[in-house]
């Protein structure tokens, strides 16, 4: 089969959205790409900010390729599968654009991995895959663009019900395919994600040494799809940056769910002339493991703390077995070592506020940046969700999104201003 892989031309005009907006390496298409052209499948990948491309000549690429079928996510990057914009007028757009010019589309992403029925109505697509989709999106390309039979899929019938051939998939990943980019892509990822210590001097690039994550946080949407922890071969993961290296890399961001301690990978980065970046636990780093971590040429680190008291990040199910002032020490430690040390919080009930710009300011002095307390958004792929309203149905993201609109009177500095309702909001023309 003929197949493109299309990351969509992503607006976020009046959404909630706070993740980065930045081009990211679209690695889930990287990979189905990898896993595609070993079948003997013919690829066209896609990305309209790293091809530069609006909506209308990504379709008109696709059309000109002659697909048989497109595969078009629902996320502007893996990096943000856990929190995708909700809303999917952009993923609609794009599928009508194919439609239009008569390409069958599959969807992949967070809204069809947690709400299959909806995400196909809403857009249009004619199947999903539900769960992480790099071997689904192969396994349909090797039965002609069929889907009956293949697990983890769901489409929409001639008469206009939908089929859900089992429950979100979980890949091998371990043996993931080392990933190749287009040259002109390297050189316009300029981004160097979540560095803010100095001006980036050479392009920048993703790379994924884990997935998965051992523990299973309220507020964190894994459940149907980056959930068991897995860990990448390293042969080939070194394979991947040494390519990447090769073109001019100078940092990498690894957008593991959590990048835990592995003294085999960090040693090998030793010797490697790239920096990089990572979101961790800091409460699973010992003294010894962070030195080898700036030695290894780590220079980000985003540690997620989310709150101050005991009963907090309790109720947040952390499973944390240091105090605050434990974790503040450790915090303080991996910044002599790292140059830019971020400690996330987000918005719990019972943390004191003066508390909280006390502890701030004290990590300030010590060259340790924590955020202003995040407020986030019940994921309909998160416990936070079913402990609220039970499993997902089809009004699950419109619920969600209603209820965090009325918590809070004003959005982070990294969201749109005036968040529309969802409803309202996938009205919108891209």
């Known amino acids: 089969m003929r197949v ?22 679209p690695l889930e298409l990287g990979y189905a790409r990898a896993m595609l052209e ?29 697909a048989d079928l497109a595969v078009v996510t629902t996320a502007p990057t893996y990096l ?37 029925e909806i995400a196909l109505h809403k857009t249009g697509a004619g199947m999903l895959v539900r769960g992480e989709c790099e071997e689904a999106v192969r396994a349909l390309a090797d039965a002609g663009g069929r889907p009956d039979g293949i697990a983890g899929l769901a489409w929409r019938a001639a008469d206009g019900s939908v089929s859900v051939n089992g429950g979100p998939l979980a890949t091998r990943f371990t043996d993931a395919p080392a990933l190749r980019w287009p040259e002109a892509w390297v050189r316009r990822h300029a981004h160097h994600h979540h560095r803010f210590d100095t001006t980036p001097s050479g392009p920048g690039a993703e790379v994924e040494a884990s997935r998965g994550c051992p523990y299973s946080c309220t507020f964190c949407a894994k459940i149907d799809f980056r959930d068991a922890y897995r860990r990448r071969d390293l042969p080939v993961l070194l394979d991947e940056i040494d390519a990447l290296i090769a073109q001019g890399v100078t940092y990498l961001y690894f957008i593991d769910e959590i990048f835990l301690p592995q003294k085999p990978l960090l040693e090998a980065l ?4 790239v920096q990089f970046g990572v979101q961790t636990r800091i409460d699973l780093w010992n003294p010894a493991m962070i030195a080898l971590l700036g030695q290894a040429g780590c220079v980000s680190i985003e540690a997620g703390v989310e709150s101050l008291s005991v009963e907090g990040r309790a109720a947040l199910d952390k499973k944390c077995r240091m105090s605050t002032d434990e974790l503040t020490d450790r915090l303080i430690l991996a910044r002599r070592h790292v140059p830019f040390v971020q400690a996330n919080l987000i918005l719990s ?32 792929g998160s416990p936070d969700y079913r402990k609220r309203w039970g499993m997902p ?5 419109e619920r969600a999104h209603a209820h965090y609109l009325a918590q809070f009177d004003a959005m ?8 529309l309702p969802l409803p309202a909001l996938e009205s919108l023309a891209c």
């Open 4 to 25: 493109a892989l299309v990351n969509p031309a992503w607006r976020f005009e009046h959404s909630i959205y706070f993740g980065c907006r930045e081009p990211h390496l």
């Open 393 to 397: 149905d089809d009004a699950a993201w």
């Open 80 to 116: 943000f599968w856990r929190c995708a914009p909700p809303e999917l007028r952009v993923p609609r757009d794009m599928v009508g654009r194919l439609q239009a010019v008569g390409i069958p589309t599959v969807l992949v992403g967070p809204h069809g991995s947690t709400t299959p």
């Open 270 to 273: 030793v010797d490697r002339q």
């Open 38 to 66: 070993a079948g003997g499948h013919q690829t066209l990948l896609l990305d309209a900010a790293l091809d530069g491309m609006d909506a209308a000549e990504l379709a008109g690429a696709v059309a000109a390729f002659g």
């Open 349 to 380: 009930a019972g943390d004191d506020a003066a508390e909280i710009a006390a502890w701030r300011a004290r990590l300030r002095e010590a060259g340790v940046w924590a955020n202003d307390p995040v407020p986030l958004f019940p994921y309909p």
């Open 412 to 419: 982070s500095d990294i969201q749109e201003a005036e968040p």
